[in-house]
């Protein structure tokens, strides 16, 4: 029981290009999300995804796109980066949509845009 | 407007002896709320959360926290620290059912 798995763990970009992140989960969980955490702001919500088929924008969605490709699996797109999007980025599901459920974390993918 | 806050950016505290990190937060209607861990290079990892009921709230490793409706707190505590307790520390508040809202982190060292 992997949890939650991500790659690449790093990835070195030039502005204007473009990039895919993956995430997989293997415990059955309905709802992944996706998060940027910079330095001394905490985690954000970039877009999630309440069951398998559908997506909804986060706190910071602009300049990413989504895609819950079945219920395991939810990738995150850069299609044109910018330094602004140098960060670490985190893949989480959690069972159910809810207030109550905690969520599980991957490992990160540290990203450089230059 | 959702909000948590961390005021503390670091909290020192030698082994052995009592921790508190502390958390206040800002949310409309019944909050969740929620402490992760970061270790090094590593994702978060769910210590506890409080739902509703007792206010004493118990967690992984020894961890746990007290909601405080009145004072609108959840601070995370341990009453032995241990030096492999070292690492940042989340508070997080669940608005709704598909949003946390993460503080900016509050990192522990406990010196040996």
């Known amino acids: 029981n992997a949890g939650v798995t991500q790659t690449p763990k790093f990835q070195v970009l030039k502005t204007g290009q473009s990039m895919t992140l993956q995430c997989a989960q293997d415990?059955?969980?309905?709802?992944m999300y996706w998060y940027r955490q910079d330095p001394g702001m905490g985690l954000r919500l970039i877009y999630y995804?309440?069951?398998?088929?559908?997506?909804d924008k986060g706190e910071v969605p602009n300049g990413y796109n989504v895609s819950r490709l079945n219920k395991r699996e939810f990738s995150l797109r850069l299609e044109s980066a910018a330094p602004s999007q140098t960060s670490v980025y985190f893949c989480?599901?959690?069972?159910?949509?809810?207030?109550?459920?905690?969520?599980?974390f991957g490992p990160g993918t540290r990203l450089t845009v230059t | 407007a959702q909000s948590v806050a961390q005021p503390e950016d670091q909290v020192n505290v030698a082994e052995g002896n009592p921790l508190t990190v502390k958390c206040t937060y800002s949310?409309?209607?019944?909050?969740?709320l929620f402490w992760y861990v970061q270790y090094p290079n590593r994702g978060l990892q769910f210590l506890l959360k409080?739902?509703?009921?007792?206010?004493l709230v118990k967690g992984s490793y020894g961890f746990e926290a007290e909601f405080n409706k009145s004072q609108t707190s959840f601070h995370l505590k341990k009453p032995s620290a241990l030096v492999s307790d070292s690492a940042l520390y989340f508070c997080?508040?669940?608005?709704?059912?598909?949003?946390?809202?993460f503080g900016t982190g509050t990192r522990l060292t406990v010196i040996p």
């Open positions: 997080a508040v669940s608005p709704g059912a598909n949003n946390l809202f």
């Open positions: 949310v409309s209607g019944n909050p969740y």
């Open positions: 989480a599901s959690s069972a159910l949509p809810g207030e109550g459920y905690e969520q599980y």
């Open positions: 995804s309440a069951s398998e088929g559908t997506t």
């Open positions: 415990m059955n969980h309905n709802s």
């Open positions: 409080y739902i509703t009921g007792d206010n």
